[in-house]
């Protein structure tokens, strides 16, 4: 078994509901685990490259180039004030497909979780 | 009676009955600490918000609109957009691998007690630092809000107050407090900015051109008309919004009193799903500090606030201003709630962090001596903490400039904390010594930098009033390093395991049953 000789760590004994102990290393080995996990690095890397990269432009935007950002858009409302209120929507589209690429996750580890209960 | 003191007390004995029967059902140490794990997503997700939207963002924050225009706006957006980080790297894994703390998940495969003891050092910082903040506020608003109570008696009472709810009632009660102040808070803000809209007859086209002519008197006492819509009135060096910003966007995925509110949902599911609602609540509240921030610069001016309380009373003010003193009142009440609120809990993280990482795994090597020992220390140790943080809010007094108080509780979180969790998740080379370098290089460097900078120095060594800029990527190289220097097979064995556990919920803590 994986955690025989792991004396002193905490996971050594997992208290897992049901069955005491799951066979982490052969999951971990399978090639459905690793499908899920390269599955959530497709988009948790691009995610977060991408929400950094818009939310640290606000900032270096006004600060660097403010006549840009206080070209007015429509009426007295100007860019800078718009562009810090996209990052709302940004905020809550990016959660959204976050939500529903998860709900993919979720179906791809329970059809996992299921083939080595059997 | 004041109106004001007379909500107010309407909350808090709505709050102690919570509190009593939350007592009766928090037998257990999961039911303690973790509510049983029994909270649902929406109503964790207006306990996030809750304990996250504290009175720094009601009310500071709005004064921070009303005075300095478009630059308080900046602190509106990094609030929010820190929740994706919370959401796409930080919660479900935590959710899936831990029981109580943030620690348990570095504990995993790592050595316990190095990496609990140093864990628990960053979380009872963080916590006790923001707190003191939190009650320093809470006294000099007081003052102000509800004449006739003095700071010492203000301070006093939140303090026993937050004692109250998390001694006697734990996770739950604590959860229901942010649960009504969050929803106290978010009505109170509608309707606020719906006043606000009607004096423009609901135009935003008339809302913004007001807005962007505020006429106020001058340094040299001249008037000066300023369009608030501008960049640039508050924050001269774009470093120091940039710094802020990293310590906002990676600071909130490491604060302690956050993060152990994905413990008490039954799943990873649903904490993304109590993720999502507070992001929706967070937002739709920031949104609505343009209204009520800019809507007292433009219907009050900053020379009435000025005159009124200055920058925290913009929002207080204002509703007196559109209506009258029952308004001001509902609105003070809120105030003191949601500081109330985020007190009680800052002290439940430290004393679940003391209890459960030091006491039990640190100092009894894991073991409960006789049952119910880890609920009985967290119930002590809330009361000292509670006592703690009276006795220092009075001797620093209502004068003491706290802002930095804050900013150093969210650079910690992103320096010390952030690094180490999101490599112990993703990094199969991580290990003991990394943990260890990246959480006191990261606590020292933040600590270390905001002494020396100008909230603190009058001739300041570091140039900005946020260290984030220095001290993430420090913390995050300290981490790195330090697992380069040598190689635990121990911890590179267990990886497996923890990724599978953060991955797919396998022997994930479940919910208790009734």
Known sequence: ?118 | MNTALFMFLAFVAATLVITYFSAKKSTGTSAYFAAGRRITGWQNGLAVAGDYMSAASFLGIAGMIAFNGYDGFMYSVGFLVAYLTVLIIVAEPLRNAGKYTMADVLAYRLKPRPVRAMASLSTLTVSIFYMIAQMVGAGTLVRQLLPGVSYEMAVVGVGVLMVVYVVFGGMLATTWVQIIKAVLLMSGSLFLSVLVMSKFNFSLTNFFQSVSAVTFTGPDGAPVTRNFLTPGLLFKNPLDQISLGLALVFGTAGLPHILIRFYTVPDAKTARASVVWAMILIGVFYIMTTFFGFGAASLLGPDHMKAHGGTNMAAPELARFLGGEVFFAFISAVAFATILAVVAGLTISASTSFAHDFFTNVIHHGREHRPGEEVRVARITAFVVGALAIIIAILLGPTVNVAFLVGLAFAVAASANLPVIIFSIFWKRFNTTGAVCGLAVGLVASIALILVSPDFMKQPLFPLKNPGIVSIPLGFLAAFLGAMIRREPEAEAKFAELSVRANTGLGAEKATIE
């Open chain 1, 1 to 118: 078994m994986a955690s025989g000789d792991q004396k002193g760590r905490e996971g050594a004994t997992p208290q897992v509901a049901g069955s005491n102990v799951a066979p982490w290393e052969q999951i971990a080995a399978s090639a459905e685990f690793k499908a899920l996990l390269r599955a959530k690095r497709r988009f948790i890397v691009p995610a977060t490259v991408f929400f950094v990269v818009y939310y640290f432009a606000l900032p270096y935007l006004v600060g660097y180039h403010p006549d840009l950002m206080q070209r007015k858009v429509w009426g007295e409302m100007n860019w800078a004030y718009l562009f810090a209120l996209s990052q709302f929507f940004m905020a809550w589209l990016l959660a959204a497909f976050y939500v529903a690429a998860a709900a993919g996750w979720d179906r791809k580890a329970a059809e996992l979780l299921a083939k080595f209960r059997q």
